[in-house]
């Protein structure tokens, strides 16, 4: 056997001695090793000081399994947000795909533009451009056949600017994170700005979030007998905007609990924070800083880089974080690797 | 030994014996045994059925877990509903608890009716009065201090018809069959057209549903800071009615899948029951039937009296049952037991 021969078996028998090894030592160190992708400094230690003492029968922070409420922003926190939203991404691609049945549009703003690949005179209507694009691609399907539509559409999406698929540009630490906590009895919880049912159809699979703990935005539905078939009707029409104000709301409407922990990236999750670390008992608060151009994008405070028109950090609430003690995350320090390893 | 005392010791060795016997038996047996206060009849033969034959990988029938939801209909179904609803004995027991801080109540309608006693009076005034009446005694304090008024009230709230605590009126062999659905990878949520913050606050110890298990009629709320927390102020302002039309809808709104199970007691619950045994794949409907004058209330069809002016299960609900395959309920035939045991 020749050297190299012999060193391929050695590693080859420790990466099965170190496989029995994790099933022996038991729960609590495999799930530290859950936070793989995030370098040990103070973020990390934070999280882990967090759930031990929180999970600990013996100590003064101890949180009992049914109040072990987190809630997670997605946009920006959980996956990217630039250059744009994804969802914005979605509902361009949706007025593309459905412009053969809609000739009107190749006149009617803010239609007509998006389909000249003008975004920005597409956009120069403000909310009221914005909102009849949503309702446009959002609205006029059963809610199951708008599951369908965002299941197809986001098995081929791409990021425009890394032209990576968009689901391989979620979080790794954040996943593992969310795993991390899970572990623990914590119940984890998506609320977001975007659409609830834009986030169900891939949340389970890729966050291990179950639908019924997807928090969003959404339009009014409608109930319907269709051929002997009960469906519901999406609607062109606002019902709730899970945003700001909003998140606490929709967190009250949807989870009836307090969060004990709380993670965001932008100002519409200064109210969520506030509502999870103002409680009585121990609580945690989180902001993803995004300051790593190299790895992902970079904007926000303490970056030198203006905000972007998504996703605002400002300086306020870089400093309610530091004045609340809500850990700052500094994705160029504290993650180790930003995006899944593509197999 | 005495002829009885040996079969006494007797009697308590076996019952030993059975208990060893049942945990050496595993799951399945024991869950079985959860049914304990269900007749051997067609209702609860067709609930073991459906059970087995979802959660057999072998059956064609079979439900993956992450499918596997069961929704419940509160007032009439896992509760007693008479000679009103519960939610109804709070408000008007509000209105007296809240009479010294309204002084113009002595003289305004409907208050002055419901202080005098006078039931009928107060509600001669209709969906106004009844509305003015929620809206008095359900909103105007924070959620986290309406939580506290409900765990106080119900704590000590008695059935004025059987002077009965109301959480002793729940239904023995509906909360077996939530545990055994539960033991089987069944998802339980309760679907009500009460108020999602009135059950909240007590379903968790009575039913075993979470909070963000519960889905039902709601007012809005307002996030605000207060001395330094946040907090949600109720609205005296209508947010969503969970009845009828509105329950799919609610279901979408809040588990956003198409449940496989569903359970109800009048034409509140029919769309529920179409939105869950409409979908593809396998389904079971289920209606109780309040025909036990003895034991508990008799109204509806089938049971020879008229129908309430609450959980009305009229004729065609009841043909649209039969006709469909939804299990109808007889409290008297296939209930054991109706109430829990008082210990």
Chains 1, 2 share one sequence.
């Not at 920006?76 to 991404?89: D, K, N, R, S």
């Not at 914590?186 to 609830?196: A, H, L, W």
């Not at 109930?223 to 899970?242: C, H, Q, S, T, W």
């Not at 904007?299 to 809500?326: C, I, M, N």
Request: charged share 25%; with cysteine; glycine share 8%.
């Amino acid at each position: 056997m020749s050297r190299p021969d012999i060193a391929r078996r050695r590693t080859v028998a420790m990466a099965m001695l170190f496989s029995v090894a994790s099933l022996a030592f038991g729960q609590v160190q495999a799930c530290e090793g859950h936070l793989r992708s995030w370098n040990d400094g103070p973020a990390k230690k934070a999280i882990v000081e967090f759930v031990k003492t929180t999970t600990d029968k013996a100590s003064p922070n101890y949180i009992p399994p049914d109040q072990r409420i987190a809630t997670f922003d997605n946009d920006g926190t959980l996956w990217a947000e630039q250059p744009m939203y994804v969802q914005a991404m979605f509902a361009l691609d949706r007025v593309k795909a459905l412009a053969a049945q809609h000739p009107e549009w190749q006149t009617q703003e803010p239609f007509a533009s998006i389909l000249k690949g003008d975004l920005k005179a597409a956009l120069a209507g403000g909310d009221k451009a914005l909102l009849e694009i949503v309702m446009a691609t959002h609205a006029g399907m059963t809610t199951d056949e708008f599951r369908q539509i965002v299941k197809d559409w986001i098995a081929t999406a791409k990021n425009p600017a890394t032209k990576r698929p968009v689901l391989e540009m979620v979080y790794q630490p954040m996943v593992e994170l969310l795993a991390y906590l899970r572990a623990h009895g914590y119940k984890t919880f998506i609320v977001s700005g975007g659409g609830i049912e834009f986030m169900r159809p891939w949340a389970e699979k890729t966050y291990g979030v179950p639908p019924e703990q997807v928090v969003g935005s959404s339009i009014k539905t409608k109930f319907e007998m269709r051929d002997g078939k009960a469906v519901l009707v999406r609607l062109p029409e606002l019902n709730f905007i899970d945003d700001q104000d909003g998140k606490p709301v929709g967190i009250n409407q949807h989870i009836g609990r307090r969060p004990v922990a709380a993670f965001g990236n932008s100002d519409g999750d200064q109210q969520m924070l506030e509502y999870a670390t103002t409680g009585s008992g121990p609580h945690f608060g989180m902001l993803v800083l995004h300051d790593d151009k190299a790895r992902e994008f970079a904007y926000g405070p303490a970056t030198g880089l203006p905000d972007s028109h998504v996703g605002t950090f400002t300086q306020a609430l870089y400093d309610e974080a530091k004045q609340r003690g809500w850990i700052v995350i500094s994705m160029k320090d504290d993650w180790k690797q930003v995006f899944p390893l593509v197999h």
